[in-house]
């Protein structure tokens, strides 16, 4: 629309222009006889602007028209639209009224329905109340006891049931374990399998003639008393001819022995500064020989980083006995027995690995009185040890309660490589022996009842009379047997002395 007013505005502005034109001519350039010929050309100019303009006002007038019937038609379209637009509100109106219609009739119907629902729980409820009134009254029991008699009758039932189940799951576990036991400590045993070596208390140092025995005793007795002094072993001569034995339960102070004496007698010249030069070159062999063998022993099992000190006592083990089973090996079957159960039950390796290794370690420690678990535990606490192995070492025979499966491991691991034939003998005469004299001890002081050796002679127990002994008497009596047992028995490891004084005070009514 705007585009064609502005073509009729430049075509009207045109004619203006050729109209208007020859005028200003005439009045400045032509002269005025010539007003005729001015007046004819005006005149056509001015039917041609007027011809133009009606041309113009009929085009645009067509184009008004069609400007006007499109407006009309649009009109129409969106007559139509607004039309359907209200019909289908007007639709959705109904059909809201009709839905809200349904849902006030359907909250009405529920409404009904809850109010029928709550009457009938009232009427059950009520006919409950009333069936029950009369089952008590013809049971003669209340709401509460049938239902006490009812639940103890399920109960036992269930009760039958379930024992019968556990029973009968126990027994298809103990079957299968058992299986499973024998499985796991045939295979441990195996991989813990070592060579045996049969220890003594004696050792034998083989000798050309017996003149080497009067030289080995010296002028008056003083080599024999200075080597006897300084390796503090015993020296035994008559025996056996071509042979001196050396006795000790200590089997360390046995080997400097007997490698000091070896090369004494090579040497010849005995006599006591060589025997003091000599022990003292043979102690310092045997300790790096004892280091080594506790690094060998310590890498036989995977252990690694620990400290000197104690790789020092664990090289000990090659010349300690106990039960005649050489400790060295019976450590190191245990230990991979121990570590071969710990796989298999998915225990901690590593605490048994050290628990094994450690638990006899206070045997060789002898420097300090105690039982050798007192003694393994106080000398790995020194070293700040990890306290779960601490813990292995002494419960592993059962002085205190296990803590962990691996303490317990440790003592299964002990119990199979002691126990197993042929691991360990005893000389039962020289025990029997040994215990005798122990209690004759004890029994020979006054005022001793009784005394019981215990613990493979470990320990004494001395009870005494209450009334002849009193309490300061009993520590000087516990102080007597001590000496004397030191003094008289042989004895491996300690003797404890444990004096029991008890008043008791009876009465017997009658």
């Known amino acids: 629309m705007s585009l064609l007013l502005q073509s009729l505005l430049t075509t009207f502005n045109k004619a203006g222009k050729k109209k208007s034109a020859p005028v200003k001519q005439s009045k400045a350039e032509k002269p005025k006889p010539v007003k005729v010929a001015a007046k004819q050309a005006t005149t056509a100019s001015t039917a041609q602007a007027d011809t133009a303009a009606r041309e113009i006002i009929a085009f645009a007038r067509e184009e008004a028209e069609k400007i006007r019937e499109a407006a009309r038609t649009e009109m129409r ?115 813990g399998a070592t060579d045996y070596v049969a220890e003594y208390t004696i050792s034998t140092v083989k000798i050309a003639d017996d003149e080497v025995k009067g030289r080995i005793i010296g002028k008056d007795g003083r080599n024999i008393r200075t080597f006897e002094k300084v390796t503090g072993v015993d020296i035994d001569m008559d025996e056996t001819p071509g042979e001196i034995r050396l006795s000790s339960y200590d089997g360390v102070r046995r080997e400097i022995a007997r490698v000091a004496l070896e090369r004494l007698i090579k040497d010849g010249r005995i006599q006591p500064t060589r025997i003091e030069e000599y022990v003292a070159k043979a102690r310092r062999d045997i300790d790096k020989i004892i280091f080594e063998e506790g690094k060998r022993l310590c890498h036989a ?184 047992i030191k003094e008289k028995v042989t004895y491996p490891g300690t003797v404890t002395v444990t004096v029991i004084r008890e008043t008791r005070a009876q009465q017997v009514a009658k």
């Open 77 to 191: 379209g969106l007559q139509e639209s607004v039309k359907d637009l209200q019909n289908k509100l007007q639709r959705e109106e109904a059909d809201l009224d009709r839905r809200a219609a349904d849902q006030s009739g359907k909250e009405a119907a529920l409404i009904k329905q809850e109010q029928a629902i709550e009457a009938n729980k009232a009427e059950i409820e009520s006919l409950k109340k009333k069936q029950v009134e009369k089952l008590e009254a013809i049971s003669s029991l209340t709401r509460d006891k049938a239902k006490e008699i009812l639940l103890e009758a399920v109960n036992k039932k269930l009760a039958k049931d379930v024992a019968d189940r556990i029973r009968a799951a126990e027994e298809e576990i103990k079957e299968t374990a058992d299986e499973k036991a024998k499985e796991i400590l045939v295979d441990a045993i195996y991989h």
């Open 301 to 484: 099992v995977g252990a690694y980083n620990v400290p000197h000190d104690l790789v020092s006592y664990l090289g000990r083990f090659k010349y300690r006995s106990s039960y005649g089973q050489n400790m060295l090996a019976h450590t190191l079957e245990e230990t991979k027995i121990g570590m071969k159960l710990a796989a298999e039950l998915h225990a901690n390796v590593d605490i048994v690995r050290l628990g094994c290794l450690f638990h006899d370690i206070g045997k060789v420690v002898t420097d300090e009185e105690g039982s050798h678990i007192e003694l393994g535990v106080k000398l790995l606490k020194k070293y700040n040890m990890p306290q779960v192995v601490v813990d292995c070492v002494a419960q592993h025979h059962e002085d205190e309660e296990f803590t962990s499966k691996e303490s317990v491991l440790v003592y299964i691991s002990d119990a199979i490589s002691g126990s197993r034939p042929g691991a360990r003998y005893e000389n039962y005469d020289e025990y029997v022996k040994r215990l005798t004299a122990i209690e004759g001890i004890a029994t020979s002081k006054p005022g001793v009842m009784e005394a019981y050796a215990i613990s493979a002679g470990r320990e004494v127990r001395v009870i005494v009379d209450p009334g002849k002994l009193t309490d300061d008497e009993a520590i000087r009596l516990a102080s007597e047997v001590r000496d004397e």
